[in-house]
């Protein structure tokens, strides 16, 4: 542009604090949402910069909880083109679709979503873009993934959401959304052009709908380079927090941290798949598979998930109880009297679900129960940190889901821990394409999980924190993609041989090497003619 388009003392100001004041004078999350939206259209390096410098403030608009307000209306506030849909109706030449993306030589991670199931909040269909959008932001901050190696995708399928279909600006294809033979086929097509087009490109899949989640994670796992966030992410940020939370829990009752009992209020993709995560908690002190899975109690709208319920849903038959056969035990306050749990954990999307009665209830079991509600966004959290510090009088160990402040009582103030996937995402996806590796072992997410929980300072530990604090999280990433790539190297799945040779200082100092900042932001002199 040219220079006289500039004001003449533009480059004696301060363009940086210009455009983040300029956020903050929106007063709806939404708002703030649009204008960093617009932002990066702009000037995408001024805005990793601001977003680097200032993570606390803006992660909770680019991720949640803002980002669902952005998915439920992004047919409204839809700007510019920004990811890349690919349609059912584009079935028969998914390649030609995915090789329109620019620069496609340059994919290294993809976050695909079809909108099916966004943050609890239903079926959005093609408004989900967004979530994977902001997805890729939180790779690029927390990883340092080069931005011109993302590539958000958006899967058109159609929606069952009747307002959507009826709304005269939604900007998807309007059908029902296709199943059984149909979806597969679809998938299985999209996914063979992925390795086609994007040779070297890691795929998360998010926020597809329960069944299909677990169903694409297990039918493509083993071909391509894929994970599921919301079924392996998750369970392995839980699975950290879970084991700082027990060793804090077991160092006031006196227990042994395999004593342990969890109750999930919530069987969908992800309760089960964060329970199936934390079986590892127990498998690694030493328990069979049988006796950790013993150890984990799963609850659903129909109440606690027993083998004789009839019409049992197949991914809820894993933690299925055998061991009680009387009337359907449907109160949560009676389930917590029955199982005798020492920590609560929610992922059911139902606001407030955990009433003071639920809190006092675990307080009578232990000195210090571990309550983790973890459904997103706040809208939809089980419990308020407020409350659960009040009603435990500060005994309880709480992370959640979505972002809460600190709170004081009686003269304490209680920092609370958030089980945000952003901790153990960026790690992967670094650690993955750096190693070059074929697939996302089981065991790596698990070292993650594990480098995740060993990540904290002596100050973070001493303040009795369960997750570390995020202005830390590019060196957490690092951690969590050292122990990623060394467990692919152990499961030989890595082809970066040369990664093998480096002694261990030497590869953490070249996954910080590796990591992209934004260029540095120049102001320069403008010669006006």
């Not at 620019?102 to 079926?123: C, E, H, K």
């Not at 796992?221 to 392996?232: G, L, T």
């Not at 061991?323 to 920590?343: E, F, Q, S, W």
């Not at 590869?507 to 992209?516: A, F, N, Q, S, V």
């Amino acid at each position: 542009m040219s220079p006289t388009r500039f004001p003449p003392h533009f480059a004696k100001t301060d363009h940086r604090q210009r455009s983040l004041n300029q956020m903050r004078s929106k007063q709806l999350g939404l708002e703030k949402y649009i204008y960093l939206n617009g932002l990066k259209g702009r000037d995408s390096d001024l805005f990793y910069d601001i977003l680097l410098e200032n993570m606390q403030e803006m992660i909770p608009i680019l991720y949640t909880p803002t980002v669902g307000d952005a998915c439920v209306n992004y047919s409204h506030i839809w700007r510019r083109p920004e990811g890349l849909y690919v349609s059912i109706e584009d079935k028969g030449h998914i390649r030609d679709v995915l090789a329109s993306w620019p620069n496609f030589n340059d994919g290294r991670i993809a976050v695909v979503t079809d909108g099916s199931r966004i943050l609890g909040l239903g079926d959005l269909g093609a408004n989900g873009l967004p979530i994977s959008l902001g997805k890729l932001d939180l790779y690029i901050a927390g990883a340092g993934i080069k931005p011109s190696s993302t590539v958000p995708i958006c899967l058109d399928l159609g929606t069952n959401t009747q307002r959507y279909l009826d709304d005269p600006l939604y900007i998807g294809v309007r059908r029902p959304r296709p199943l059984g033979p149909e979806m597969d086929e679809f998938m299985d097509e999209f996914m063979e052009a992925m390795k086609e087009v994007f040779p070297t490109l890691l795929v998360q899949f998010e926020d597809f709908s329960t069944d299909n989640a677990f169903k694409y994670l297990e039918r493509y796992r083993h071909q391509y380079r894929v994970f599921n966030d919301d079924i392996q992410g998750t369970g392995s940020v839980i699975l950290s927090g879970f084991t700082n939370a027990a060793r804090l829990s077991s160092a006031a009752s006196g227990l042994p941290p395999s004593d342990q009992k969890i109750l999930f209020l919530g069987a969908g993709s992800a309760g089960i798949g964060v329970a199936k995560q934390l079986l590892s908690f127990f498998t690694l002190s030493g328990m069979s598979p049988e006796e950790a899975r013993s150890r984990i109690y799963t609850v659903d709208s129909k109440g606690l998930i027993t083998a004789n319920r009839k019409g049992l849903q197949e991914h809820k038959k894993f933690f299925a109880r055998t061991d009680y056969d009387g009337p359907a035990l449907t109160d949560l306050v009676d389930i917590i009297n029955h199982v005798k749990p020492t920590a609560l954990l929610g992922l059911s999307t139902i606001r407030n679900a955990f009433t003071e009665k639920v809190v006092k209830a675990m307080c009578a079991l232990n000195p210090r129960p571990i309550m983790f509600p973890l459904s997103n966004p706040v809208a939809l959290c089980e419990l308020d940190y407020k409350d659960a510090i009040e009603w435990s009088n500060g005994q309880v160990i709480f992370a959640s889901g979505s972002p809460y402040k600190p709170v004081s009582h009686d003269g304490i103030v209680y920092e609370p821990g958030q089980g945000n996937n952003m901790y153990i995402f960026p790690g992967i996806g670094l650690g993955s394409i750096l190693s070059r590796t074929r697939h996302v072992s089981d065991a790596m997410v698990e070292q993650a999980a594990i480098a995740l929980a060993n990540s904290l300072t002596e100050e973070e530990n001493a303040a009795e924190l369960v997750y570390p604090r995020l202005a830390r999280i590019r060196d957490i990433s690092a951690q969590v993609a050292f122990a990623v790539i060394r467990q692919a190297q152990k499961e030989k799945l890595d082809d970066n041989a040369y990664l093998r040779t480096l002694p261990d200082s030497d590869l953490l100092g070249l996954i910080h090497d590796k990591m992209w900042q934004p260029p540095a932001l120049q102001l320069r002199s403008f010669t006006r003619l």
